[in-house]
């Protein structure tokens, strides 16, 4: 069995504690239900998203290639780097928010390395046996039955891992391609090594490094501290109803745990009604991370809920009300029962602090969709040409030279009419219609003709105005400069 020994007694802050490797136990319930569903969903998204078409391309790909977002019907380009910004904005208020309101349920349920850590842990549990039969197999001297279980787990692992990093390249090169040149061998070097790093990374996180990652590695589990108070929703244990607790080591745990110390200090003794907690140790026997969250709230709980599980499971077995462990708030566990809210996540959402991201995810939605609407599909560069600046033509006429970078932003072929605005019958010398192909750029070297006028020398404003002759109705004015003598 795990050592269950409570660690809320030390006076020290701990920055690194080296542990023997954690055997989960499995369990089942609400909570476990739910985060395997959302493996289920994440999973058939990631692997599943790479695959989907859409007029002949692939859906959704980070083209480094072509430096194109593809987002089905929308295609980015490195000019709409705002509207990236925008969406990890979004991203990153909707995280505050969850973690506001919820503690690290994103943690729990839906960060990669809980998922495949959680992946890993199942192959694990179907190959080597449940918590118990793992441990006694990893104390067990060196056989052939070891090295089978073990070579045939960590082939799994392998195998997921591969799949894993190939759908990854997958979103920046497409996947066809990508698994059509994996076959002979042909892959490109950058390619060949962000399928075996990513692969390997994949492998080493959720095969070794599992709950060391969200305790030491991840930054998102030590300033989480900011952004928790006394409303925010976390996995708790009830200490008023549970202490003193039953069991074996009651006595024990009445004269050494810190919520029995302070039970005493407010006049109530041993002979006190014991608590509902039996002490079985099954709330920490099942934690990914291995902490009794009989502690207190910790950094290192990810929220993920298999202690409610084990916990209710263990209420209904002694006729108890289920809820010793729960999500609840801080608040919420030192008000009188009949104060405490019914649905607590609701009432963290309706505090003023919540409310404020959620206007800010509000705020920030609205301005990405009006940036979408007014979005041109046409993006116009003008540089001029600085090895001749100017020349003067044997009718008195004065030509500039310029290089136009027209970018067609839509997927389809379209036609453009460039005129310009400036000196005494400024003109374009030539064509003055450009068809440009899909999704391309084109480089157009552009002549512009004028009349000097009486008075005016030097540097002159000069307007080029580029308008689709087709599709929708796209208009784009961009400023440049004349030189007369």
Known sequence: MQTTSSRA?????????????????????????????????????????????????QALLFHIAERKFYLFG????????????????????????????????????ACPQTVYTAIFRWVEN?????????????????SLHKFARKGAKHAIWLAIALWTGITFVGYFTPIRE????????????????????????????????????CMHMCPYSRFQGVMFDRETVTVSYDARRGEPRKGRAGAMTQATTPVTAKLASTGQTAAATRGDCVDCSLCVQVCPTGIDIRDGL??????????VDACDDVMTRIGAPIGLIRFASERELAAPK???????MLASLRRPRSLVYVGVLAVFTVLGAWMLANRVP????????????????????????????????????????????????????????????????????????????????????????????????????????????
């Open 178 to 213: 990508l698994l059509f040149n994996l076959g002979p061998g042909e892959l490109g070097p950058w390619e060949g090594f962000w399928v075996f790093f990513y692969a390997g990374f994949a492998y080493l996180q959720a095969g070794f490094a599992r709950e060391m990652v």
């Open 298 to 307: 910790q950094y290192q709980c990810i929220n993920c809920g298999l202690c």
């Open 378 to 485: 046409l993006q116009v560069d003008v540089l001029r040409d600085r090895n001749a600046l100017m020349r003067e033509k044997p009718d008195g006429s004065v030509e500039n030279t310029y290089m136009l970078k027209v970018v067609n932003m839509l997927e389809e072929p379209r036609a453009f009419h460039i005129r310009v605005e400036g000196p005494a019958e400024a003109h374009i010398v030539g064509a003055d219609v450009i068809h440009v192909a899909a999704g391309s750029v084109l480089p157009l070297p552009v002549t512009v003709a004028a009349l000097p006028e009486p008075g005016k020398t030097g540097v002159q404003p000069l307007q080029f105005e580029i308008e689709a002759l087709d599709g929708e109705p796209t208009h784009v004015t961009e400023r440049s400069s004349f030189l007369l003598p």
């Open 126 to 142: 179907k190959v080597e046996g449940d918590h118990l039969a793992r441990m006694k197999l990893d104390q067990a001297p060196p």
């Open 74 to 109: 929308l295609v980015l380009w490195p000019q709409d780097a705002l509207l990236l910004a925008l969406l990890l904005v979004l991203a990153a208020t909707g995280l505050f928010l969850v973690t506001a309101v919820a503690g690290r349920l994103f943690c729990g349920f």
């Open 338 to 344: 009949a104060a405490q809210p019914r649905a607590p």
């Open 9 to 57: 007694t030390g006076a020290r802050i701990e920055f690194y504690r080296k542990t023997g490797k954690i055997h989960p136990r499995t369990v089942a319930g609400r909570y476990n239900s739910l985060r395997w569903a959302m493996v289920w969903i994440t999973q058939i998204v990631f692997y599943g998203a790479c695959w989907l078409d859409w007029d002949g391309r």
